[in-house]
């Protein structure tokens, strides 16, 4: 069978619910990010059934509420975690507040889903390792750039099925749009929100993990800066890093907070991955000037030239094989070991950093 017959084979399915009505209820505490809502909706999608939402502030609430009317108010974040149907709770506070939550969660004997970055520091992160080790529970994260994005979901397939050989580097590209008039104090407070290596760059680190198949890797480099907003002087509005993987893969990564308002979505993300036989570049929230929607995968090998059109096509099977794992005891969506050390990479890169100092 020739390379491009299996690859023609390969299913662009959208997985449908894993389990039925009742089988398994989750809850929602903490409103800070707005990554809760696809957290939820993916969860929904897959069967699950929402149960309860907390926050402290009742206008969080009230707009959760009106995406998610199933959603039952809880007067207090006790109401949830001894509820006894409830098998796990999805979370997005503030960074710096994530790991403790996991913490009070799993005691309660439920498992934790939590908004990136989980932690903040080393500290959380090896508390957090001790609490899973000790519980046997689950500590997932929504590493979003790639779960919850179809066309890096099906850059694994392809990269399973041999499409492009042994991948040998990662390129990642995550810029984003700041609003700083539309975020709260916290997003500016670096001991808040991690700085932006910890923040948005660990969905970088954990797609580079993930492409190459490696289970450790070294920072060889990092850097990060304040270059345009000195009204914020806790604020990195850029970072990069180079990393190479136990198995040799090179990555390199650049994130910023940078994207112009002409853009007609909140950042030009892209991957870039490297084979022996090929290259696949993903251009996931936009093509620029031609189609607004995004979900593009492009493939060369030595069959030729594909383009992948996949918005609506793939789906995002993360969210029902979470389920499962929770259920089962599987590890079929990520296993533990690696989802903590794409945090612990990205934790690592951001306290090697270099500061750049802007005159």
Known sequence: ???SDFIEGIPLENPGPVVGPGEFSFAAIGLDHGHIYGMCRGLIEAGAELKWVYDSDEKKVDRFVETFPQAQRASSEEVILEDETIHLVAGATI?????DLGIRVMNAGKHYFSAKAPFTTLQQLE???RKTEETGLKWAVFYSERVYVESAVFAG???QAGAIGRVLQVLGLGPHRLQAETRPSWFFERSSYGGILCDIGSHQIEQFLYYTDARDARVVHSKVANYAHPEYPELDDFGDASLIADNGA???FRVDWFTPDGLRTWGDGRTFILGTDGSIELRKYID???????EHLYLVNHE?????????????PYFGQLISDCLH???KAMTQVHTFKAAELSLIAQKKAVHVTVS
């Open 329 to 331: 005891g599987t590890e």
């Open 127 to 129: 508390k957090a390792r």
């Open 288 to 294: 620029l000037t031609r189609d607004g929607k995004g």
């Open 157 to 159: 397939r392809l990269i």
């Open 304 to 316: 030729g030239e594909k383009h992948f059109s996949l918005k609506g096509k793939v789906g995002f």
């Open 1 to 3: 069978m020739h390379k």
């Open 250 to 252: 090179a990555n390199y």
């Open 95 to 99: 960074p710096y507040l994530r790991c």
